[in-house]
T-cell receptor, first 113, second 113 residues
Framework: DQQVKQNSPSLSVQEGRISILNCDYT??????FLWYKKYPAEGPTFLIS?????DKNEDGRFTVFLNKSAKHLSLHIVPSQPGDSAVYFC????????????FGTGTSLTVIP | KAGVTQTPRYLIKTRGQQVTLSCSPI?????VSWYQQTPGQGLQFLFE???????NKGNFPGRFSGRQFSNSRSEMNVSTLELGDSALYLC????????????FGSGTRLTVV
């Protein structure tokens, strides 16, 4: 059972515009969320995180929003750049998951120059 | 500092064989986790080791096993390979589990023919 879902397998955005990647989860015990970026032939790299005590975390062009009541988080990239083209994974962990992150299936972002 | 190193990068094995994958974590990281990535399934958690002890295990058959050595290096073994085991196997290290997020290696691409 997929506890973390990314329902959009792919997304295309014009350079300079906003990219919004979405993630839904089902486990109400999740309290720590991360986004990873993955280029082909490389491992995922950490991008940004948020804990459940916050509803927003910002780091440069990247902002993650958390809506706990909806069990939904999103990653905003503004402005989008061609180098942002990659697969983005959201991941979640919580007090009842042990030392394990649950990952979504990923969204492939293409930023068109 | 050196990142997470996984060897080999690529492997081709025949059904029924066994395989051993290796992971050297970032120096000082005591937690090592293994994930399987397949198209459409995202990253599926295999197991996590901390100080040579398996702390958590995902929902994979007993053909998948691992261990961790005193220097925190970890190996993962898959016996009696099946075609469905073809995947990218990712190792991630962290200081102490999920609290600080993971650093991933580039992965080992296993192809079973």
């Amino acid at each position: 059972d997929q506890q973390v879902k990314q329902n959009s397998p792919s997304l295309s955005v014009q350079e300079g515009r906003i990219s919004i990647l979405n993630c839904d989860y089902t486990n109400s015990m999740f309290d720590y969320f991360l986004w990873y970026k993955k280029y082909p032939a490389e491992g995922p790299t950490f991008l940004i995180s948020i804990s459940s005590i916050k509803d927003k975390n910002e780091d440069g062009r990247f902002t993650v929003f958390l809506n706990k009541s909806a069990k939904h988080l999103s990653l905003h990239i503004v402005p989008s750049q061609p180098g942002d083209s990659a697969v983005y994974f959201c991941a979640a962990s919580g007090s009842n998951t042990g030392n394990q992150f649950y990952f979504g299936t990923g969204t492939s972002l293409t930023v068109i120059p | 500092k050196a990142g997470v190193t996984q060897t080999p990068r690529y492997l081709i094995k025949t059904r029924g064989q066994q395989v051993t994958l290796s992971c050297s974590p970032i120096s000082g990281h005591r937690s090592v986790s293994w994930y399987q990535q397949t198209p459409g399934q995202g990253l599926q958690f295999l197991f996590e080791y901390f100080s040579e002890t398996q702390r958590n295990k995902g929902n994979f058959p007993g053909r998948f096993s691992g261990r961790q050595f005193s220097n925190s290096r970890s190996e993962m073994n898959v016996s009696t390979l099946e075609l469905g085991d073809s995947a990218l196997y990712l190792c991630a290290s962290s200081l102490a589990g999920t609290l600080y997020g993971y650093t991933f290696g580039s992965g080992t691409r296993l192809t079973v023919v």
